[in-house]
């Protein structure tokens, strides 16, 4: 039988768990994270910030520290693959929102959220090298059990369970059976960062080409010297059709060979830089078969529930996975900081998140707000001379902002300067 406060046990300590235990702990709410690796490597390469998600971080305070790291967004250029302007258009404060958009290195904004736990949480809030392996529910409570790497274990107790441990969530498959491996797009998504010189404002994200064959190009941070930025490239090629069995397990952290990317670029032209050099000036990089899960008809199972990629896995088009996550975060302690406890403030949680989440899901399956991209490339495949003629600004319009309510980050959704 528990006694005391309430305390949360978050599985996970990716973007979504430790987002999650801040907003928790601004609530009072006691928690505690337990997280696989016995060391929080410097992994990934960039992620988007998008107003919705730094409305949420904003409100932790965190805007100073994402400042330090960061590269405030100011403008977004969707472009066909031969270099052609298809959709543009102001971001962050730029676009009249009350907080900036900011582009930032994973591991910069894993380390900004660490930063806070260890500033603000009790110590030892945080267990490293700790994998969840089990949890069984009684009448006040769980005892959620973690395995350490030399094979002991760890139990501990808490009122709620939370599964924030990722695609591959152990959590999800105790509750989830017999799901299988994630769903491949078919499309393999190359990713690096190298300091390289600044394009335009210094402040751009350029996406080039439709879903079967993108670059993107962004920088995530500040460079080794005043003419260069840290710079975020990503590369997303169709291999085969949607649904098969990857070619290799979906890791985020597999390293490519320039070998399998170098002929590819060829395809794209990005006017303001010279992409294949860059790309052959980044020491490592990575691949991941984009792979994303069919959307749960719930989340929670009794005193235990999912948050982020555990619950809703997407593809990164239309920059939403971190943004979700942190979303969910949100959500989950808006519900126990109102007095709701136990498995009525999962299933309260889960009212709240999975429908917009699981919409952002099937969204982007299909493109996410790039789709605008695919329509242009597949009325007029070659360059063109007006892309009016070729689409018309209403039509290109409906497709953008569509998907911006949809995610919960339209200019009118948020509160606006
Ligand atoms: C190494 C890595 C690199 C990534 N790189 C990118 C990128 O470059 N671009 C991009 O858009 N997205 C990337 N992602 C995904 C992105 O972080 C998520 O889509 C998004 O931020 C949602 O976060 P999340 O916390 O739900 O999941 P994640 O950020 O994946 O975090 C899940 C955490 O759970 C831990 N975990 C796993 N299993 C267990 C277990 N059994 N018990 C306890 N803890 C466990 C993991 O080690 C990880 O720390 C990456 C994720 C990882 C793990």
Redesign the pocket.
């Known amino acids: 039988m528990r006694s005391g406060p309430m305390k949360v046990i978050i ?8 987002a999650a235990a801040l907003s928790l702990h601004k609530q009072g709410i006691a928690c505690e994270i ?4 016995p060391e ?1 490597l410097q ?5 988007t910030l998008l107003p919705h998600a730094m409305t949420e971080l904003d409100a932790l305070g965190l805007v100073p520290a994402l400042d330090r790291v960061a590269v405030r967004t100011e403008h977004l250029y969707y472009r066909t693959r031969h270099g052609q302007n298809v959709w543009d258009e102001p971001r962050g404060l730029k676009a009249g929102y009350k907080v900036p958009q900011f582009s930032i290195h ?1 591991a910069d904004l894993q380390q900004v959220l660490l930063n806070a736990i260890r500033e603000r949480l009790p110590a030892g809030a945080l267990t490293l090298d ?4 089990d949890v069984t529910e009684h009448q006040d409570g769980i005892v959620a059990r ?1 395995r350490k790497a030399d094979g002991s274990s760890l139990e501990v107790d808490g009122d709620i369970l939370i599964g ?8 999800r498959s105790k509750f989830v059976q017999d799901e299988g491996k994630p769903r491949w797009s078919g499309l393999m998504l190359w ?1 690096g960062s190298v300091d390289w010189p600044r394009f335009m404002d210094g402040r751009s994200i350029i996406i080039s080409g439709g879903t079967d064959c993108k670059f993107i190009l962004y920088p995530i941070g500040p460079g080794k010297t005043p003419a260069t930025q840290l710079m975020n490239w990503a590369a997303v090629i169709r291999q085969a059709a949607p649904g098969g069995l990857p070619p290799a397990r979906e890791e ?2 597999r390293e490519a060979r320039h070998e399998d990317l170098r002929a590819l670029l060829s395809r794209f032209t990005v006017p303001e830089a010279d992409i294949a050099a860059m790309v052959a000036a980044t020491p490592m990089f ?1 691949e ?1 078969p984009m792979c994303d899960r069919d959307p749960l008809p719930r989340w929670s199972f009794g005193r235990v529930s999912l ?4 619950a809703h ?1 997407m593809y ?1 088009f239309g ?1 939403n ?2 943004a ?2 942190i979303l969910d975060g949100r959500a989950l302690a808006d519900v126990l900081g109102a007095g709701a406890t136990g498995a009525e403030a999962m299933q309260l949680y889960q009212a709240e998140r999975l429908p917009k989440a699981n919409d952002v899901v099937a969204r982007n399956r299909n493109g996410g707000p790039e789709r605008v991209i695919d329509e242009v490339e597949a009325r007029a495949p070659d360059p063109f001379a007006d892309i009016d003629a070729v689409l018309p600004r209403a039509d290109r319009e409906t497709i953008v902002r569509g998907y911006s309510r949809l995610a919960g980050f339209a200019a009118e959704q948020l509160e606006r300067t």
């Open positions: 599985a996970g300590a990716g973007i979504g768990g430790l337990y997280e696989k690796v929080l992994l990934g390469v960039g992620l994973r700790a994998a969840f392996e973690f924030a441990d990722g695609i591959h969530s152990a959590v990713r985020w952290n990575w991941f948050l982020g990629d555990a896995a990164p920059a996975g971190a979700q996550a």
